[in-house]
């Protein structure tokens, strides 16, 4: 009989549709390259753990572009990676729900979260999401940032679950090996949740 109680998801490129290189190509049309940028500043990872506003991500963003782009044409940029949330990947979850504590883990920031929320109220019932969790864990909020083992144990710490009880699906693999440093169960998702993640999800959680 499985050990696993718990199972903490990630949420870009496992349950929400994300591609980056949408950003990175709406900032190299206002001029930018963010690659650079983050070479050189810390401006993203302060962002992801809150120690900056986003009026000051957006402020950190204009002294590298002309001083008149707009905080819209910031936003649209940043948040172009974030894509759709199909409906069977909120059904398999709630499914979930019914035998094991569900969580989310994701490295973001108030802007992605805004903007997910509207394209979530639009398409969705709102409440629908906190029900589909037994909690949400958002780095900007928690001060906490994956892939750093701190965050796992502050995450396992605070639902009162051993880490080896616990199977996190990430589909980063820094992230994985973060998790699994802490102790937890791990599961790398090569694509979001569809049939043939779910059924790795299914075997991880049968043994």
């Known amino acids: 009989m499985s050990t696993i109680s718990t199972v903490i998801f990630d949420l870009g490129g496992v349950i929400l549709n994300l591609n980056q290189d949408l950003t990175l190509r709406a900032f190299q049309r206002l001029g930018l390259d963010l690659s650079e940028v983050n070479f050189n500043s810390s401006i993203f990872t302060d962002f992801e753990t809150g120690k900056i506003t986003a009026s000051d991500f957006r402020s950190g963003i204009k002294t590298h572009l002309n001083e008149e782009t707009s905080d819209i044409a910031i936003d649209k940029a940043w948040n172009a990676m974030l894509l759709d949330l199909p409906e069977h990947r909120l059904k398999a979850i709630e499914h979930l729900r019914k ?82 440093s802490a102790g937890l169960n791990t599961l790398h998702a090569h694509e979001p949740l569809g049939e043939d993640l779910w059924k790795q999800l299914k075997g991880a959680l049968a043994k």
């Not at 997910?116 to 398409?123: E, P």
């Not at 019932?125 to 780095?139: A, G």
């Not at 701190?150 to 199977?167: G, H, K, M, N």
């Open 99 to 180: 035998t094991h504590k569900v969580y989310l883990l994701s490295n973001t920031n108030s802007i992605h979260i805004d903007a997910f929320n509207a394209y979530f109220m639009q398409q969705y019932k709102p409440e629908r999401w906190v029900q589909l969790f037994d909690k949400i864990y958002y780095s900007y909020e928690i001060g906490l940032r994956k892939p750093n083992t701190d965050i796992y144990e502050f995450v396992t710490a605070d639902i009162r679950t051993q880490p080896e009880q616990c199977l996190f699906v990430d589909d980063s693999l820094a992230n994985i090996k973060g998790a699994a």
